[in-house]
């Protein structure tokens, strides 16, 4: 799960990035015995990912590695994976515990486990053969590229250390085994071999002999798998995301399942003893498809998908701050929640009329929508209509979208006359009854979401002298803004659609690219194509602010919820936040490459951007929700320090009761900075100023009976009236460790504490009522043990009752004022700190009690 880490930024870090899923490398899959499931690997980037096959809900994300991994392999304890010439072994998904190095002399694209055994192939045709445990190297082989190139490995069912060797040329040798096309058929020394050519060959490795042969005409074979609850069906895989289901007792293909994926299937299993299929693809994609049927027909089960092209636009939908719509280059608009995965929400690609194709029999690719460009969306009236318009790059009409029903609307908005010009800008007004497209020819239009009818549009004819770069309404339906490549900002009448320029309309130096409208406080951002930013009031249409520093084209701008900051993303690769009421860069980061796109939460908690050739939306998490940030100026020229690194969250651990349990003391004091609790019970201290409430609610009802006669062991005084022998009074233990242990200037409180920390609560009340000639001392004991920090809570007990018990004298004693003034501003230093951390570990629990995990 990949975030760049901010390391230049006070006000954001990076938190976890959505829709990551999958890439062009096979999953893995391993189970757990323990637990009786199934989990499955996948690899993103420079992580892996694993996912219970359940739910296919996020188990653990791996640690960061030094690459992005080649290949991955799995047993029951660890998972492998390699990273240029390096080999990595994790524990419990996450943690790096073995590390093989050192002999490949260039990259590893093969790996397999056999017990504790790892076997490694190399491009240059070099096989090594390393002992898991120990790390150690025990065997090496060395195979030309021209004769024999190494592109597969597997290991034969009931074959003791054997593994078999496919190559490019065709040509199998046994000795090593294992990769994405080629897999263990049902039957014992049968293996299935796929072919570059597209022909799947059932081959008998001790006969060597080709038993059957299938062909497809998709292209190579990527990936096999063999069904093993009953029916003898194979599944074939091909770079076009198709797969085909053949029976092997008849020989025959049963079923094609087309468009499985977007682009090549990358792997595929059968579960064992189970009518499932896991797949997963170069789409960003993971599925499980379910057979319901003996014909061999699958049925998509459950899926986990993201863009299978980089996102071009992001916004924040509702007012809650959790879902994010996203637009992509694949043509897809998507949802995801930034709580759970299981709430994200596929709404499609965009297609024409489906009902005029299927009659004139078109293909499924012929149907499609270009990408979309642009969008605007609104929940107020989405239970009611649609409630999402989308710009398709190209098309001279609009589309309208469903959120709730995750489909694509009934509505195509086009422009009532001169079909010669493309849609350039959108907005829905706050109600979500009306829409406003502008249009590359500088028409501005307005349309009714619940008919689709085209309500009237603004300017005569034309409201821009070309194109309509964008257009905003305020939270009331009363004004419009828009602006376009004729270097003006227009102001409209909503519904008279009539000017409403200023008097001294504002002049701008460039033509914008953008305008962004905080509603509520009626800001208007613009970002020019001199690469300046202008904000606008549009009361009064003055420029109020100008904002100079980003070297590249401006992509996208955001408001915060209460129109503080204005946040700009940059073809710099920078993410700028510009503080509008000190008109000053309060924040300025860099990302590793450059954000198309941002979108702030309504709420303000995350910031979202997309980012050049990704597929992922990163959130950013702000600090200045859960901590107390310093934001200072920044000069225009400053240069962010580049975010290396990845940030991740982890949502779960496949097994937390496989890690060693090792006992290890804690110190008694961590760090200085920190505060430490007593570790005495808290019966001992906390009654400590109510104990005289306590003795009084703990009274008998009635008093003791004197007993008649005395029983002989009691020990008596003797005289003319004998009498029982009374115990001495109890000697202050504590004021004879003032006055003959120690000095009471230079004294040192550790004994005296210890001797404190030994008594019960009667006693620690009796010693502190004798403490009367040294209410000092005792201060200055507490006053060391809070610049310690250390026993805090016993310390504010101790403090609590001294001052019960000794009010007036210390405040008669200026000494003793003197010193409980010291003890005071100490107290307020520590409390202000533990406010901070309280704030932000409230912030945390809050998260983790409400986020579904």
Same mark, same amino acid.
């Given at each position: 799960?990949?975030?760049?880490?901010?390391?230049?930024?006070?006000?954001?870090?990076?938190?976890?990035?959505?829709?990551?899923?999958?890439?062009?490398?096979?999953?893995?899959?391993?189970?757990?015995?323990?637990?009786?499931?199934?989990?499955?690997?996948?690899?993103?980037?420079?992580?892996?990912?694993?996912?219970?096959?359940?739910?296919? !809900?996020?188990?653990?994300?791996?640690?960061?590695?030094?690459?992005?991994?080649?290949?991955?392999?799995?047993?029951?304890?660890?998972?492998?994976?390699?990273?240029?010439?390096?080999?990595?072994?994790?524990?419990?998904? *996450?943690?790096?515990?073995?590390?093989?190095?050192?002999?490949?002399?260039?990259?590893?694209?093969?790996?397999?486990?056999?017990?504790?055994?790892?076997?490694?192939?190399?491009?240059?045709?070099?096989?090594?053969?390393?002992?898991?445990?120990?790390?150690?190297?025990?065997?090496?082989?060395?195979?030309?590229?021209?004769?024999?190139?190494?592109?597969?490995?597997?290991?034969?069912?009931?074959?003791?250390?054997?593994?078999?060797?496919?190559?490019?040329?065709?040509?199998?040798?046994?000795?090593?085994?294992?990769?994405?096309?080629?897999?263990?058929?049902?039957?014992?020394?049968?293996?299935?071999?796929?072919?570059?050519?597209?022909?799947?060959? #059932?081959?008998?490795?001790?006969?060597?002999?080709?038993?059957?042969?299938?062909?497809?005409?998709?292209?190579?074979?990527?990936?096999?798998?063999?069904?093993?609850?009953?029916?003898?069906?194979?599944?074939?895989?091909?770079?076009?995301?198709?797969?085909?289901?053949?029976?092997?007792?008849?020989?025959?293909?049963?079923?094609?399942?087309?468009?499985?994926?977007?682009?090549?299937?990358?792997?595929?299993?059968?579960?064992?003893?189970? %009518?499932?299929?896991?797949?997963?693809?170069?789409?960003?994609?993971?599925?499980?498809?379910?057979?319901?049927?003996?014909? !061999?027909?699958?049925?998509?089960?459950?899926?986990?998908?993201? =863009?299978?092209?980089?996102?071009?636009?992001?916004?924040?939908?509702?007012?809650?701050?959790?879902?994010?719509?996203?637009?992509?280059?694949? !043509?897809?608009?998507?949802?995801?929640?930034?709580?759970?995965?299981?709430?994200?929400?596929?709404?499609?690609?965009?297609?024409?009329?489906?009902?005029?194709?299927?009659?004139?029999?078109?293909?499924?690719?012929?149907?499609? #929508?270009?990408?979309?460009?642009?969008?605007?969306?609104?929940?107020?009236?989405?239970?009611?209509?649609?409630?999402?318009?989308?710009?398709?790059?190209?098309?001279?009409?609009?589309?309208?979208?469903?959120?709730?029903?995750?489909?694509?609307?009934?509505?195509?908005?086009a422009p009532p006359a001169d079909q010669n010009k493309t849609i350039s800008a959108v907005d829905i007004t706050s109600c979500g009854n009306f829409v406003l497209i502008g249009w590359s020819s500088g028409h501005l239009d307005v349309y009714n979401l619940q008919s689709g009818i085209h309500r009237g549009h603004y300017g005569n004819p034309t409201a821009h002298v070309g194109a309509v770069r964008g257009v905003c309404v305020d939270g009331l339906n009363q004004r419009v803004f828009s602006v376009g490549a004729d270097c003006l900002l227009r102001a409209w009448r909503f519904k008279t659609r009539s000017h409403d320029d200023p008097a001294h309309p504002p002049k701008l130096d460039s033509a914008p690219s953008m305008l962004r409208l905080h509603r509520d406080s009626g800001m208007l951002a613009l970002a020019l194509d001199d690469?300046?930013?202008?904000?606008?009031?549009?009361?009064?249409?003055?420029?109020?602010?100008?904002?100079?520093?980003?070297?590249?084209?401006?992509?996208?701008?955001?408001?915060?919820?209460?129109?503080?900051?204005?946040?700009?993303?940059?073809?710099?690769?920078?993410?700028?936040?510009?503080?509008?009421?000190?008109?000053?860069?309060?924040?300025?980061?860099?990302?590793? $490459?450059?954000?198309?796109?941002?979108?702030?939460?309504?709420?303000?908690?995350?910031?979202?951007?997309?980012?050049?050739?990704?597929? !992922?939306?990163?959130?950013?998490?702000?600090?200045?929700?859960?901590?107390?940030?310093?934001?200072?100026?920044?000069?225009?020229?400053?240069?962010?320090? $580049?975010?290396?690194?990845?940030?991740?969250?982890?949502?779960?651990?496949?097994?937390?009761?496989?890690?060693?349990?090792?006992?290890?003391?804690?110190?008694?004091?961590?760090?200085? =900075?920190?505060?430490?609790?007593?570790?005495?019970?808290?019966?001992?201290?906390?009654?400590?100023?109510?104990?005289?409430?306590?003795?009084?609610?703990?009274?008998?009802? %009635?008093?003791?009976?004197?007993?008649?006669?005395?029983?002989?062991? #009691?020990?008596?005084?003797?005289?003319?009236?004998?009498?029982?022998?009374?115990?001495?009074?109890?000697?202050?233990?504590?004021?004879?460790?003032?006055?003959?242990?120690?000095?009471?200037?230079?004294?040192?409180?550790?004994?005296?504490?210890?001797?404190? *920390?030994?008594?019960?609560?009667?006693?620690?009340?009796?010693?502190?009522?004798?403490?009367?000639?040294?209410?000092?001392?005792?201060?200055?004991?507490?006053?060391?043990?809070?610049?310690?920090?250390?026993?805090?809570?016993?310390?504010?007990?101790?403090?609590? #009752?001294?001052?019960?018990?000794?009010?007036?004298?210390?405040?008669?004693?200026?000494?003793?004022?003197?010193?409980? %003034?010291?003890?005071?501003?100490?107290?307020? $230093?520590?409390?202000?700190?533990?406010?901070?951390?309280?704030?932000?570990?409230?912030?945390?629990?809050?998260?983790?009690?409400?986020?579904?995990?």
């Amino acid at each position: 799960m990949l975030a760049h880490e901010v390391t230049g930024s006070s006000l954001f870090s990076g938190f976890r990035a959505l829709g990551l899923y999958s890439n062009h490398l096979p999953h893995v899959l391993r189970y757990h015995a323990r637990h009786r499931e199934f989990y499955v690997t996948t690899a993103v980037g420079n992580r892996f990912h694993t996912y219970n096959v359940k739910k296919l !809900g996020i188990i653990a994300v791996s640690n960061a590695l030094p690459g992005d991994i080649s290949c991955l392999a799995a047993d029951r304890m660890l998972v492998f994976a390699a990273v240029g010439r390096d080999v990595y072994a994790f524990a419990r998904n *996450k943690e790096i515990v073995h590390h093989y190095s050192h002999a490949h002399a260039s990259d590893v694209h093969l790996l397999l486990v056999l017990g504790d055994t790892l076997v490694s192939a190399d491009h240059d045709g070099l096989l090594v053969v390393w002992d898991v445990p120990t790390q150690e190297e025990y065997l090496r082989l060395t195979f030309d590229p021209a004769t024999f190139d190494l592109s597969a490995l597997a290991h034969p069912s009931t074959y003791l250390n054997k593994v078999l060797l496919g190559s490019s040329q065709g040509a199998l040798q046994l000795w090593n085994l294992k990769t994405k096309n080629q897999s263990v058929a049902p039957a014992v020394d049968v293996m299935g071999v796929g072919l570059s050519s597209g022909r799947i060959l #059932l081959h008998d490795i001790r006969a060597d002999k080709t038993l059957m042969s299938f062909s497809q005409d998709w292209g190579p074979v990527t990936t096999l798998s063999f069904r093993t609850d009953g029916p003898p069906i194979m599944a074939a895989g091909g770079p076009g995301g198709h797969m085909a289901f053949w029976d092997l007792e008849s020989r025959r293909l049963v079923t094609q399942l087309r468009h499985a994926h977007r682009s090549a299937v990358a792997g595929a299993t059968f579960l064992p003893s189970q %009518q499932l299929l896991l797949t997963n693809g170069a789409d960003n994609a993971l599925k499980v498809w379910v057979f319901e049927q003996e014909g !061999g027909v699958a049925r998509l089960l459950r899926s986990r998908q993201g =863009h299978s092209a980089p996102p071009t636009t992001i916004r924040h939908h509702g007012n809650a701050g959790r879902d994010i719509l996203s637009a992509g280059q694949d !043509g897809t608009l998507q949802s995801f929640s930034s709580v759970h995965e299981r709430f994200n929400k596929s709404l499609g690609h965009g297609s024409a009329n489906k009902k005029m194709t299927k009659k004139k029999g078109l293909k499924f690719e012929e149907i499609l #929508l270009p990408p979309i460009t642009c969008f605007s969306s609104e929940s107020a009236r989405e239970g009611d209509w649609d409630g999402v318009v989308a710009l398709h790059r190209g098309e001279a009409a609009a589309r309208t979208w469903n959120y709730q029903r995750c489909t694509m609307g009934k509505h195509r908005l086009a422009p009532p006359a001169d079909q010669n010009k493309t849609i350039s800008a959108v907005d829905i007004t706050s109600c979500g009854n009306f829409v406003l497209i502008g249009w590359s020819s500088g028409h501005l239009d307005v349309y009714n979401l619940q008919s689709g009818i085209h309500r009237g549009h603004y300017g005569n004819p034309t409201a821009h002298v070309g194109a309509v770069r964008g257009v905003c309404v305020d939270g009331l339906n009363q004004r419009v803004f828009s602006v376009g490549a004729d270097c003006l900002l227009r102001a409209w009448r909503f519904k008279t659609r009539s000017h409403d320029d200023p008097a001294h309309p504002p002049k701008l130096d460039s033509a914008p690219s953008m305008l962004r409208l905080h509603r509520d406080s009626g800001m208007l951002a613009l970002a020019l194509d001199d690469l300046t930013l202008v904000v606008i009031d549009t009361e009064t249409g003055r420029v109020v602010r100008k904002f100079l520093g980003h070297s590249g084209k401006i992509n996208d701008l955001t408001f915060s919820p209460d129109g503080r900051w204005l946040i700009s993303a940059s073809m710099d690769c920078t993410i700028r936040t510009w503080d509008l009421p000190s008109g000053c860069m309060v924040d300025c980061f860099l990302c590793e $490459t450059a954000a198309v796109s941002v979108s702030l939460s309504p709420i303000g908690d995350f910031l979202s951007s997309a980012h050049v050739d990704s597929l !992922g939306i990163y959130l950013w998490s702000n600090k200045s929700i859960y901590s107390l940030v310093s934001l200072r100026p920044l000069p225009a020229d400053y240069q962010p320090v $580049t975010g290396h690194g990845e940030s991740c969250v982890t949502l779960g651990d496949e097994d937390e009761d496989q890690m060693a349990s090792a006992c290890w003391d804690s110190q008694e004091q961590l760090e200085r =900075h920190l505060v430490t609790m007593t570790s005495l019970p808290e019966s001992r201290w906390r009654n400590l100023f109510n104990l005289d409430v306590v003795k009084r609610r703990n009274q008998p009802q %009635q008093p003791p009976q004197r007993p008649a006669a005395a029983p002989y062991f #009691l020990p008596t005084v003797s005289g003319l009236q004998p009498s029982f022998q009374t115990p001495e009074a109890p000697v202050n233990q504590v004021l004879s460790y003032y006055y003959h242990s120690w000095n009471i200037v230079t004294a040192s409180y550790v004994a005296p504490l210890a001797l404190l *920390k030994s008594l019960g609560p009667s006693a620690v009340d009796l010693e502190l009522r004798g403490l009367s000639p040294d209410l000092v001392a005792f201060l200055q004991m507490l006053e060391a043990m809070l610049e310690e920090r250390r026993d805090f809570d016993l310390a504010q007990a101790y403090l609590a #009752l001294l001052l019960k018990l000794y009010l007036r004298p210390l405040s008669a004693d200026p000494l003793a004022v003197a010193t409980l %003034q010291r003890l005071l501003g100490r107290l307020e $230093t520590i409390w202000a700190e533990l406010r901070v951390s309280f704030d932000q570990s409230l912030c945390l629990l809050t998260y983790t009690k409400t986020a579904l995990l």
